[in-house]
């Protein structure tokens, strides 16, 4: 199965799963504003924060509280620390859940899903970038092991950047999962 089967595949099933919250394929962020970049995200669940000064934090917050969308959550950021794993090379420190889930108040959805198969490490750092902002959480799904291997050097890239000092971009709200994950968590 490609990638791009993968997402036809998963999204109906991230849809029933987050109880038939909106979820889109190939999701632009800032449709018809021709003057701004406009990043585009695999996979996104609303709502959607479209309307200029008026977020949807209120609504996310609620959302939160569902115990199903909860459950699916604190499933999907297990998956993420035991795949951050604790190797002594590792500068990624790793919130609690509850910092997580309220990192990105002024999201443009509540889930930007990323799907990762043979990009470039350059454009998987876009990725990560455009769906920790985008999402109230953003999630990289790893295609394979490579890809896995790939996000964990840039996020601990990233963390090093912070530790040193250096301007770095938060990921704080940045899970990243294998597509095996993705599917148990949709089952």
Same mark, same amino acid.
Request: hydrophobic share 35%.
């Given at each position: 199965m490609t990638a791009k089967q993968y997402?036809?595949?998963?999204?109906?099933?991230?849809?029933?799963?987050?109880?038939?919250?909106? %979820?889109?394929?190939?999701?632009?962020?800032?449709?018809?504003?021709?003057?701004q970049?406009?990043?585009?995200? !695999?996979?996104?669940?609303?709502?959607?924060?479209?309307?200029?000064?008026?977020?949807?934090?209120?609504?996310?917050?609620?959302?939160?509280?569902?115990? %199903?969308? !909860?459950?699916?959550?604190?499933?999907?950021? !297990?998956?993420?620390?035991?795949?951050?794993?604790?190797?002594?090379?590792?500068?990624?420190?790793?919130?609690?859940? !509850?910092?997580?889930?309220?990192?990105?108040?002024?999201?443009?959805?509540?889930l930007a899903i990323e799907i990762e198969n043979t990009s470039t490490k350059k454009h998987i750092m876009g990725s990560m970038v455009n769906a920790a902002s985008l999402g109230r959480i953003g999630i990289g799904i790893a295609y394979n092991e490579s890809v896995k291997r790939t996000f964990l050097r840039i996020l601990n890239y990233l963390a090093f950047l912070k530790r040193v000092e250096k301007n770095t971009y938060d990921t704080t709200n940045f899970l990243i999962l294998t597509k095996e994950q993705l599917e148990t968590l949709t089952e």
């Open positions: 997402q036809e595949f998963i999204l109906p099933r991230i849809a029933i799963k987050l109880n038939n919250l909106e %979820t889109l394929s190939e999701w632009s962020a800032f449709r018809g504003m021709s003057y970049y406009s990043p585009r995200v !695999d996979l996104a669940v609303g709502p959607f924060s479209i309307t200029p000064n008026r977020n949807q934090t209120e609504e996310y917050n609620r959302i939160l509280q569902n115990e %199903t969308i !909860d459950r699916f959550l604190r499933k999907a950021y !297990d998956y993420h620390v035991e795949n951050v794993g604790e190797e002594w090379l590792n500068e990624i420190t790793i919130p609690e859940f !509850d910092i997580l889930k309220h990192k990105n108040q002024n999201a443009r959805c509540f």
